[in-house]
């Protein structure tokens, strides 16, 4: 049953995202809020994943799960929040972020020689839907 719901409370939980950006705006600092954010998400996420006993990454690929934590919500959500609280809509921030997959596909191809199969064209038509 929780399958059916998932994506649908992820989509929700997602949207909001940049609406929340407006609602803190001139309360909150957009960083201080995020560090909040991710800092009580990680403790959450860790209990949860303790609780259920879940496999941890080794030690050696922890640098680069970090990396890629700090980038996408550091870098990407960062900087949405900032451009937020100044001046940019919340609508047209969330647009522009609809855009961050095609980015990654496009730069991975150029940097990875990575083909752009179906997957990419299904998300291009998906996300235009």
Same mark, same amino acid.
Request: aromatic residues 12%.
């Given at each position: 049953?929780?399958? @059916?719901? *998932?994506? %649908? =409370?992820?989509?929700? &939980?997602?949207?909001? $995202?940049?609406?929340? !950006?407006? /609602?803190?705006?001139?309360?909150?600092?957009?960083?201080?809020?995020?560090?909040?954010?991710?800092?009580?998400?990680?403790?959450?996420?860790?209990?949860?994943?303790?609780?259920?006993?879940?496999?941890?990454?080794?030690?050696?690929?922890?640098?680069?799960? @970090?990396? *890629?934590? %700090? =980038?996408?919500?550091? &870098?990407?959500?960062? $900087?949405?929040?900032? !451009?937020? /609280?100044?001046?940019?809509?919340?609508?047209?921030?969330?647009?522009?972020?609809?855009?961050?997959?095609?980015?990654?596909?496009?730069?991975?191809?150029?940097?990875?020689?990575?083909?752009?199969?179906?997957?990419?064209?299904?998300?291009?038509?998906?996300?235009?839907?």
């Amino acid at each position: 049953m929780s399958a @059916l719901f *998932a994506p %649908a =409370l992820f989509v929700l &939980v997602w949207s909001t $995202g940049f609406i929340v !950006a407006r /609602a803190i705006d001139g309360v909150a600092d957009p960083a201080l809020f995020l560090l909040a954010r991710f800092t009580l998400t990680t403790l959450l996420y860790s209990a949860i994943a303790l609780a259920l006993r879940a496999a941890w990454p080794a030690r050696a690929q922890w640098p680069k799960h @970090l990396l *890629a934590g %700090a =980038l996408l919500q550091g &870098v990407y959500m960062g $900087g949405g929040y900032w !451009a937020v /609280a100044h001046g940019l809509s919340p609508a047209v921030m969330a647009l522009l972020a609809t855009l961050q997959p095609m980015f990654t596909a496009l730069i991975a191809q150029r940097l990875f020689d990575e083909p752009l199969g179906r997957h990419f064209w299904g998300g291009l038509l998906a996300g235009a839907l």
